[in-house]
């Protein structure tokens, strides 16, 4: 089974633009969609990003998801970030019968 | 709009069973499959069970395979995690979720129930 793996943390200033990154150990990062899902605290996760790239509605038009093929990743970026984008964000993807979360990644709004 | 609500988390004692429910409204239930995903406090996502729309094809992870398992009844639009054997380390919020359609990921969560293990 593959891993993917997130940073533990990510910060920026309010209205700045952070990225989250998600690398796929083995396999293809194109073989099975990605998504992405955010945590407030003590809540429970929701859908921000799907298939990659597409926001659900409801979701702001800061936040955008992407592959790289060529570091076999995946990224979420978050622009004109606030005070209220500070949660924990976990990438996930299939293969295997198994549906893989990566380790999360707390952002933080300075 | 699509609402997930589970119930039944307990405080139960290590070899102890139990059973979780997940209510289902706002969409076609039977036409989705559904997964049971957990979270130890403090620590990330683990999938744990998936059942198909019919009810006819399940899954489990190897951390829970033998112990736990997972049905539906679209008549009542809710899907169920039988929880035996239970151990320590399967303390943990667990969430309903509802698939995207496709097997890839999910798009809706409930909002959780709490099971604690311990004697």
């Known amino acids: 089974n593959f891993v993917l793996t997130q940073p533990r943390s990510v910060s920026g200033s309010p209205g700045k633009t952070v990225t989250i990154s998600c690398t796929r150990s083995s396999g293809l990062i194109a073989s099975n969609s990605v998504q992405w899902y955010q945590q407030r605290p003590g809540s429970a996760p929701i859908t921000v990003i799907s298939?990659?790239?597409?926001?659900p509605s409801g979701v702001p038009d800061r936040f955008s998801g992407s592959i790289d093929i060529s570091s076999n990743s995946a990224s979420l970026t978050v622009s004109g970030l606030k005070t209220e984008d500070e949660a924990d964000y976990y990438c996930?993807?299939?293969?295997?019968?198994?549906?893989?979360f990566g380790g999360g990644t707390t952002l933080t709004a300075l | 709009e699509v609402q997930l609500v589970e119930s039944g988390g307990v405080v139960v004692q290590p070899g102890g069973s139990l059973r979780l429910s997940c209510a289902a409204s706002g969409f076609t239930f039977r036409k989705y499959t559904m997964h049971w995903v957990r979270q130890v406090q403090g620590k990330g996502l683990e999938w744990v069970s998936l059942?198909?729309?019919?009810?006819?094809?399940?899954d489990y992870s190897d951390s829970v395979k033998g112990r736990l398992t997972i049905s539906r009844d679209n008549n009542q639009n809710s899907v169920f995690l039988q929880m035996n054997s239970l151990r320590t380390e399967d303390t943990a919020f667990y969430y309903c979720a509802k698939d995207r359609g496709d097997y890839t990921g999910f798009d809706y969560w409930g909002q959780g129930t709490l099971v604690t293990v311990s004697s």
């Open positions: 996930q993807s299939y293969g295997n019968n198994n549906w893989v």
């Open positions: 298939e990659n790239n597409q926001r």
């Open positions: 059942i198909g729309g019919s009810g006819d094809f399940t």
